[in-house]
């Protein structure tokens, strides 16, 4: 897909990964980018320094995407590609809340189905359209110290991979982007944690390479080109792959030392 004269929607676009989306599609030629951030403030600066459009927009919660594209498709045109992006992660395993657990699952993985469920058949219905949706690696591998990211990217990449091939007949194209870390708020204080092992790479480098993936309607957008060769480690020998995170859990998530 060539993103020139294109409608694109961009959630999480205040900061990170979803402001350099944004920029990098206006400089591609999109007609128009849509910025849509929770911080309202901030995709309204994103819009601005791009001569695109922003909104706020709650994507844990529904009606708030279904207005946004709603809105868009009423007053702007119809949507050509929609980028699920914005996600959010928390520290813990087992005694992560439950509401905790909750809003990350909204926002993580039914953000993603709550934009393709209001957005597929209109798509659809005029031939097509494109989703980049963000997930992670840890979605294809885990999260040494995250019970709940490493749950809910690992759903985000399964619902990705139903969408591509149920309405890839539909002309529906998906690609999903599964980076390790990359220098966005997510990572502060956290900037030599086990996702960083392999460079924390920047927002725009991660931008362009979501760009020429999406030029040649590639699935998965990997930045960390490392990840491949993971995951063929993880289908090759599940036990000894299981066995080294564990060290690497033991590394970066050392359990509290006994009290004496």
């Not at 928390?90 to 809003?103: A, C, F, M």
């Not at 926002?107 to 189905?113: E, G, I, L, Q």
């Not at 990449?157 to 982007?177: C, K, Q």
């Not at 030599?192 to 030029?215: H, W, Y």
Request: negative net charge; charged residues 25%.
């Amino acid at each position: 897909m060539d993103v020139k004269d294109r409608i694109v929607v961009v959630t999480g676009a205040a900061g990170g990964i979803g402001k350099a989306l944004a920029e990098r599609f206006a400089k591609a030629g999109a007609k128009t980018v849509v910025c849509a951030d929770l911080d309202e403030a901030g995709a309204k600066a994103t819009a601005e320094g791009i001569g695109g459009i922003g909104r706020r927009c709650d994507v844990s919660k529904e009606a708030d995407i279904q207005a946004l594209i709603e809105e868009v498709e009423d007053q702007v045109g119809p949507i050509d590609l929609f980028c699920a992006n914005a996600g959010i992660i928390q520290r813990g395993g087992l005694e992560i809340p439950n509401d905790q657990w909750q809003k990350i699952w909204e926002v993580n993985v039914m953000h993603h189905v709550w934009a393709a469920r209001h957005l597929v058949p209109r798509m659809a219905a005029r031939g097509g359209g494109y989703f980049l949706n963000t997930a992670s690696a840890a979605g294809l591998l885990s999260q040494v110290g995250s019970a709940s990211y490493a749950v809910t990217k690992h759903a985000a990449v399964g619902f990705n991979e139903w969408l591509a091939l149920t309405h890839g007949d539909d002309g529906i194209r998906v690609s999903l982007l599964c980076p390790q870390a990359v220098d966005t708020n997510m990572v502060k204080g956290a900037e030599g944690g086990v996702a960083s092992q392999d460079g924390l790479l920047p927002p725009e480098t991660v931008a362009d390479e979501c760009l020429r993936c999406i030029e040649a309607e590639t699935f998965l957008v990997l930045p960390h080109p490392e990840v491949l060769d993971y995951m063929r480690n993880k289908t090759a020998n599940y036990d000894r792959w299981i066995g080294g995170m564990k060290k690497l859990n033991r590394r970066f998530n050392p359990k509290p030392a006994a009290a004496e």
